[in-house]
């Protein structure tokens, strides 16, 4: 973690939103400066978004929200400030003039990023007395669920506040991705930009519709992008030569005229219209609210699942999803005598069966990801599973006490009933957050196994000597009184 606690954002529409968003969900402090009277309302529909998006897509421990103030000026807004992270209309004079100020009034070691999409920094610096500490940090929206941030420095940004920002951003969860030159629009502007272009035509010719459009993205080449991108997709498509052959085979298509890429339809108002009619015509009365709502859900089962890929590895947006978890759980749950509380859950809607209520099976994903973060607390990563050990379960008992419905944030305390080399006893108690109810309970035996032969074996020193620890740290508390139960035993 870095030691930024408080950031200054100037601007707080789509998406200076969502960098207000991602920071307060990371518990860093925000001020908002932004002249718009509406400001205000306009934020919190996209912080109620962001905050249901964030307990979906974060299932362990997750920080205290940062405290979110908005400020009448600019000095206000930028005093103690440890970032700064402009989001203004994307004017070069309307910008120039911020930075300017805001270089007049935050002191010289505050970094300065800003979030436009292809101003250069360099212009962007020209009229700072401190222009070495000025970046273009370019998000991509929803900013609070998509990772990607593209670092950009001027003729004269210091390198030091490049490598800075780029620690600061990894350490939110992202991607930071450093440009080696600059350039207008940066990277992923230009391929959308590319891609836009082309469809912008299709409209206009009555080749086919924006939905249908849409369609072909999302049913075909936009499922490969988002796990693989672009360059390792077509590597496939090679074969077994791989991109040689792919660039012999197709290569010789990017001179037939396909494509209009080196033209742009004029945007008339004919065009502005069937446009804008269509894409009515598409989101079937869905406001923008719920359209944003169903697009979240949508990246964060995504995402979701590229983390679970890989036996649970990660690929892509997932690997990265794992290790931002890894890092948040890494401070949980140090207190010697109180149960660990390592994970949260948010119940979203799949989760629900018929009945209106989370299902059965639901209950043991959240007891066993419960178990998992007290197994990564005690050091079992990737590099000790190759070592050639890991944990097994081998009896679990469920109690089933209460109900979770949709939207229910479920919170799970572990005690360690019982631990040495080769055992690991486990109690864990599931509670609604809000009302503090009881849902269930589970409790697991675990043996540490040699994972080649699948059969139980004393752990090394060190994790045996975590175990210990834990388990006469945890001596001191109560057995809970549901400890031992068999199946069916009266209450």
Request: proline residues 5%; contains cysteine; aromatic residues 6%.
């Amino acid at each position: 973690m870095t030691d930024i606690r408080k950031v200054t954002v100037v601007g707080g529409g789509v998406i200076g939103g969502g960098w207000v968003a991602r920071f307060l969900q990371n518990g860093i402090d925000v001020d908002v400066y932004d002249p718009d009277p509406e400001a205000e309302r306009k934020l919190g529909g996209l912080l109620d978004n962001a905050r249901r998006a964030f307990a979906r897509l974060i299932e362990g421990p997750k920080p205290a929200p940062g405290r979110l103030r908005f400020r009448a000026s600019l000095e206000e807004a930028l005093a103690g400030a440890d970032f700064v992270q402009e989001s203004a209309p994307e004017r070069l004079d309307l910008k120039q003039r911020l930075f300017a100020q805001i270089d007049a009034l935050a002191p010289p070691h505050v970094l300065v990023a800003s979030s436009t999409s292809g101003l250069l920094p360099t212009e962007l610096q020209a009229p700072m007395a401190h222009p070495e500490r000025l970046l273009v940090a370019h998000p991509f929206n929803p900013v609070y669920l998509v990772p990607l941030v593209e670092l950009v420095g001027g003729q004269k940004t210091a390198l030091q506040a490049v490598e800075r920002a780029r620690a600061f951003y990894a350490s939110l969860g992202m991607k930071p991705i450093v440009i080696a030159k600059e350039i207008d629009a940066f990277v992923g502007d230009r391929l959308l930009e590319a891609l836009w272009r082309e469809a912008l035509w299709l409209v206009k010719d009555g080749i086919a519709t924006v939905e249908e459009i849409d369609d072909v993205i999302r049913y075909s080449f936009g499922l490969r992008w988002a796990q693989m991108g672009l360059f390792q997709v077509y590597r496939i498509a090679g074969g077994e030569a791989g991109m040689r052959h792919f660039m012999a085979q197709f290569g010789p298509c990017l001179q037939w005229p396909w494509t209009k890429l080196t033209d742009v339809p004029e945007l008339t108002d004919e065009l502005v219209d069937t446009i804008a009619e269509q894409s009515d015509a598409q989101a079937r009365g869905l406001s923008i609210r719920e359209l944003e709502r169903i697009r979240d859900d949508n990246l964060v089962s995504i995402m979701r699942s590229l983390a679970r890929s890989q036996k649970g590895a990660g690929w892509g947006a997932g690997e990265l999803l794992n290790a931002y978890e890894a890092r948040l759980r890494g401070g949980e749950g140090d207190t010697k005598a109180e149960p660990l509380r390592l994970h949260r859950a948010s119940v979203s809607p799949d989760w629900i069966d018929y009945n209106g209520h989370m299902t059965e099976f639901r209950y043991l994903q959240v007891l066993g990801d419960a178990t998992d973060a007290v197994l990564f607390k005690l050091g079992l990563d990737k590099d000790y599973v190759a070592g050639g050990h890991s944990f097994y379960t081998v009896e679990s008992h469920i109690r089933h006490l209460g109900q979770a419905r949709e939207g229910d944030v479920l919170a799970v305390e572990t005690q360690v009933l019982a631990a040495d080399a080769k055992r690991l006893k486990l109690f864990h108690t599931i509670s609604n957050e809000t009302t503090g109810t009881v849902v269930a309970t589970g409790e697991h035996l675990l043996l540490h196994v040699d994972a080649a032969s699948g059969r139980a074996a004393p752990a090394g020193e060190a994790m045996a000597a975590r175990l210990e620890a834990l388990a006469r740290d945890h001596g001191a508390l109560a057995v809970p009184a549901a400890a031992g139960r068999r199946v069916g035993e009266p209450v």
